[in-house]
């Protein structure tokens, strides 16, 4: 009895475990099935997102309908999915004085644009129209129209000035210091109608009937939020500021009236 026992067990013990089904997984029809899905997806954004309305978020200096030409114009498809998706990838210059933009999508056919604008460090007068120009002192923008918030910037000497292109000036620092100077008077709310750049590098400010000597290019922080007091006591008057004795420590101004 007890040898069939041992026989039982060593039978059991010799059984195969049955062998597992491999699972074939179709590629070819999971990537048919994917490529398809992809096409129709396509399809569907081609067909039922294209784009109506354009939006431009608020402008500075630019209005919106230039803004919202230069969209037209340049790297544009009619697409809102495509259209911002092309924006995270490559980004034309709309404007010369728009650094970048970002598209924001408010529905299946509506953008908005919201654009970074460049700072203008200042203007020049040349063959009847402004020349705008940038911190570097690239000549970027030719216009008829004068912003209010860009000086207009004379003494500068230069034998010709080609548009994207530095203006040739002997000190290359100088476009730096404009806009410091551009920045500092618009910070304030100086009523600075234009700035004179002397051969030495120094500015002259002048407003109305007054020069505002800066004599060097020290202390632009302290001295420009000065002139605003200083300009108003001398509203109708007509003559010269010298500050060179105005620092930290001493703020002293001499006045030199234009008939003295």
Same mark, same amino acid.
């Given at each position: ?11 059991? !013990? ?23 899905? &992809?096409? &129709? ?36 498809? =009619? ?6 998706? +092309? !924006? ?26 919201? #654009? ?10 040349? =063959? ?7 911190? =570097? ?14 000086? +207009? ?11 994207? %292109? ?26 600075? @109608?234009?700035?004179?750049? %002397?051969? @030495?590098?120094?500015? &002259?400010?002048?407003?109305? @009937? ?6 060097? =290019?020290?202390? #632009?922080?302290?001295?420009?939020? %000065?002139?605003?007091?200083? +300009? ?9 500021? @010298?500050?060179?004795?105005?620092? %930290? ?12």
């Amino acid at each position: 009895m007890k040898e069939k026992d041992e026989k039982k067990v060593i039978r059991m !013990s010799e059984r195969k475990e049955p062998e597992k089904r491999k699972i074939h997984i179709p590629v070819k029809r999971i990537l048919i099935g994917l490529i398809l899905c &992809l096409i &129709l997806a396509i399809g569907g954004i081609a067909a039922f997102c294209p784009i109506k309305t354009i939006r431009i978020a608020d402008v500075e200096d630019y209005t919106k309908a230039e803004v919202k030409q230069a969209v037209k114009k340049k790297g544009y498809v =009619n697409n809102t999915v495509a259209y911002f998706l +092309l !924006s995270k990838i490559k980004q034309p210059e709309l404007l010369p004085f728009i650094e970048s933009y970002d598209v924001e999508i408010n529905g299946p056919n509506t953008v908005t644009i919201h #654009i970074n604008e460049k700072k203008r460090a200042g203007c020049l007068l040349y =063959n009847g129209k402004y020349v705008y120009f940038d911190k =570097n002192g690239y000549a970027l923008e030719s216009s008829q129209k004068k912003f209010d918030d860009v000086p +207009l910037v004379t003494g500068l000497k230069f034998e010709k000035l080609v548009m994207q %292109e530095k203006i040739p000036v002997k000190k290359k620092n100088v476009f730096s210091f404009i806009l410091e100077l551009a920045t500092t008077i618009g910070k304030y709310n100086i009523p600075i @109608d234009q700035i004179y750049m %002397e051969d @030495d590098g120094t500015a &002259l400010l002048i407003s109305g @009937d007054i020069t505002v000597d800066l004599c060097d =290019n020290e202390n #632009i922080d302290i001295k420009i939020p %000065e002139l605003a007091g200083i +300009l108003k006591k001398l509203k109708g008057k007509s003559g010269t500021v @010298d500050m060179r004795y105005f620092d %930290e420590y001493q703020k002293i101004t001499i006045f030199q009236p234009k008939n003295s």
